[in-house]
């Protein structure tokens, strides 16, 4: 495994991003974005995206100069237009716009279409609560599962986050409603290893825990089957309806043509309603209660949702960030 | 099996809540949530539950004379305090108070803390979606489902409620993150019938299909293994930080005694950012290419979330709410 250091990959993104057409400040924002995910470990979102990112840029799916305008609202709602920006930069800009608006009401939403693929989900929910706030956000997809009943793939794999302020570290959701999200799947099967658990279905319409299997017959499973389903269906039903932007069912079935993803971010400021203390102290309380559980594995501790990212980002910030090398090495070569 | 008229098992719980002490308004609602919940064919949490809910009226644990009260809020936020009153009756000022929130703010939301069992959860999605909002709403519940990793019980199988408004008929998520609710593995194990899908593990430690095993070892499974034990732990810490109330490992184990629930209602009124018209083509869009994808049976159409209430409600109105014989005699006995 290659590692870099995280300083030389953000400039070589963001040297990439410039012959991308990205103006100084997006271009640096995009890169640091890029930069981080992989940094925390999320490494299918970060520079792996990378040429998916970049090839959607030259084929017009993604206008690098586009950027997100309000369109309509009230209150502490509102709709806004992501006129085919950069999706990470949008949905920045969104997360933001849903911050403000939570700490003048409470509670603040926007809904976000015309966007485009968001990357790394969590870094919104982390934003959120790296200030003290929660965050519930998702993005619709094209299709790439199939309802419950069905063979085809007409439910998308929508990403949901959902993060919880703590100071001793932000517990952050940050899930595809699919079992394994394609990138996973990719990763297994890349690998010649079989899934923790099953992921979907064979040609045959048998679950199976072969990742290249499930890529071929494009049947993967939603999480708790009809439930994961369902939950696909509503969350688009929000995002789509909200923001006015494409349904699943509306994507183009290309995956370097899925452009135009409706987008929710909800954020909760509980400043008015507890001191930070306190909300910590119930946080905490939780946390210790997962340890107190009869583990499987004695070796294997309990962990909660995000607990890996801060050791992570520590250990690739202090090693080098792992990179794959072909991507890498073609990043520094154009 | 049993069929009672809708008004028959409505008198008949209101003339129980009379005796449990409810004042003749209190008494009505309360009635009329449980019968609604059967008449809809949500059995496990109508008529069903009554017994439940008696004895906790007797032991105490449920105030009958509770009113919620406001605590705290900013704007679009409130946290509120069940006093220990009703579930259902505190879930129904609760889900009206965010309703009226959102109405003036565009999104609006209640943290209701020291609450008890809201009884069948949808309930307070379909009061928004009728009103033509949208409202995702949770509870958390005593620790009956083992975080991913652990043997022993310590999150919730927190149920989670996603409403989209419809004129054609509201499509509505109402599910434990667990795969199956306890009340669900009660009416498998009562049957003898496997579950169609693992639920959990045996005593052994073996993924199963048996539904009174699994009653057995406690150790139903969450939707998605690891996901839905993440997802079931952020549900918890919004509940509990937000309302000041109970999280999931401060609840008693018995489930007599599960009293002082955490529960959020979040409602989202659309008005300010697209018509009813607008709203209904999207959502009628999303429906329809839920029908042409194929199907694995072809006599078993593809379904969305809440399709079959209306057709309950219409059948049990028509041939009288199906009731179990015991439990209805029971009530007119006493």
């Given at each position: 495994?290659?590692?870099?250091?995280?300083?030389?990959?953000?400039?070589?993104?963001k040297?990439?991003?410039?012959?991308?057409?990205?103006r100084?400040?997006?271009a640096?924002?995009?890169?640091?974005l890029?930069?981080?995910t992989?940094?925390?470990?999320?490494?299918?979102?970060?520079?792996?995206?990378?040429?998916?990112?970049?090839a959607?840029?030259?084929?017009?799916?993604?206008?690098?100069?586009?950027?997100?305008t309000?369109?309509?609202?009230?209150?502490?709602?509102?709709?806004?237009?992501?006129?085919?920006?950069?999706?990470?930069?949008?949905?920045?800009?969104a997360?933001?716009?849903?911050?403000?608006?939570?700490?003048?009401?409470?509670?603040?939403?926007?809904?976000?279409?015309?966007?485009?693929?968001?990357?790394r989900?969590?870094?919104?929910?982390?934003?959120?609560?790296?200030?003290?706030?929660?965050?519930?956000?998702?993005s619709?997809?094209?299709?790439?599962?199939?309802?419950?009943?069905?063979?085809?793939?007409?439910?998308?794999?929508?990403?949901?986050?959902?993060?919880?302020?703590?100071?001793?570290?932000?517990?952050?959701?940050?899930?595809?409603?699919?079992?394994?999200?394609?990138?996973?799947?990719?990763?297994?099967?890349?690998?010649?290893?079989?899934?923790?658990?099953?992921?979907?279905?064979?040609?045959?319409?048998?679950l199976?825990?072969?990742?290249?299997?499930?890529?071929?017959?494009?049947?993967?499973?939603?999480?708790?089957?009809?439930?994961?389903?369902?939950?696909a269906?509503?969350?688009?039903?929000?995002?789509?309806?909200?923001?006015?932007?494409?349904?699943?069912?509306?994507?183009?079935?290309?995956?370097?043509?899925?452009?135009?993803q409706?987008?929710?971010?909800?954020v909760?400021?509980?400043?008015?309603?507890?001191s930070?203390?306190?909300?910590?102290?119930?946080?905490?309380g939780?946390i210790?209660?997962?340890?107190h559980?009869?583990?499987?594995?004695?070796?294997?501790?309990?962990?909660y949702?995000g607990?890996?990212?801060?050791r992570?980002?520590?250990e690739?910030?202090?090693?080098?960030?792992?990179?794959?090398?072909?991507?890498?090495?073609?990043?520094?070569?154009?």
């Amino acid at each position: 495994m290659l590692r870099v250091p995280f300083d030389d990959l953000y400039e070589a993104l963001k040297r990439a991003m410039h012959r991308l057409g990205l103006r100084e400040c997006r271009a640096q924002l995009c890169a640091r974005l890029f930069a981080e995910t992989t940094r925390d470990g999320v490494y299918t979102h970060g520079l792996n995206r990378f040429p998916r990112f970049e090839a959607m840029v030259r084929n017009g799916s993604i206008d690098v100069h586009a950027e997100p305008t309000r369109v309509s609202g009230l209150g502490a709602l509102e709709r806004w237009d992501g006129r085919c920006g950069p999706g990470n930069l949008n949905a920045h800009v969104a997360v933001h716009r849903a911050i403000a608006l939570a700490k003048q009401n409470g509670i603040g939403g926007v809904a976000l279409g015309n966007t485009n693929h968001w990357m790394r989900g969590g870094t919104y929910g982390w934003l959120a609560a790296e200030q003290g706030l929660f965050a519930i956000c998702w993005s619709n997809t094209l299709p790439n599962v199939p309802a419950w009943g069905a063979t085809t793939p007409s439910i998308g794999n929508n990403p949901l986050v959902i993060a919880v302020p703590r100071a001793a570290g932000p517990v952050v959701v940050d899930m595809a409603v699919s079992q394994f999200s394609y990138g996973t799947l990719a990763s297994y099967s890349k690998r010649h290893k079989p899934l923790p658990v099953p992921g979907g279905y064979d040609a045959a319409g048998n679950l199976t825990t072969d990742a290249s299997a499930i890529e071929a017959s494009q049947r993967a499973l939603p999480i708790g089957y009809w439930k994961g389903s369902g939950l696909a269906i509503v969350l688009d039903m929000l995002g789509a309806m909200l923001s006015g932007g494409n349904a699943t069912h509306q994507f183009s079935d290309e995956p370097l043509r899925e452009t135009g993803q409706s987008q929710i971010f909800l954020v909760i400021d509980p400043a008015s309603l507890a001191s930070g203390q306190e909300l910590d102290r119930i946080a905490d309380g939780i946390i210790d209660s997962l340890r107190h559980a009869a583990p499987i594995d004695p070796a294997k501790p309990i962990r909660y949702p995000g607990e890996q990212t801060l050791r992570l980002r520590e250990e690739n910030l202090r090693l080098g960030v792992p990179v794959d090398p072909e991507i890498w090495n073609s990043l520094r070569a154009t």
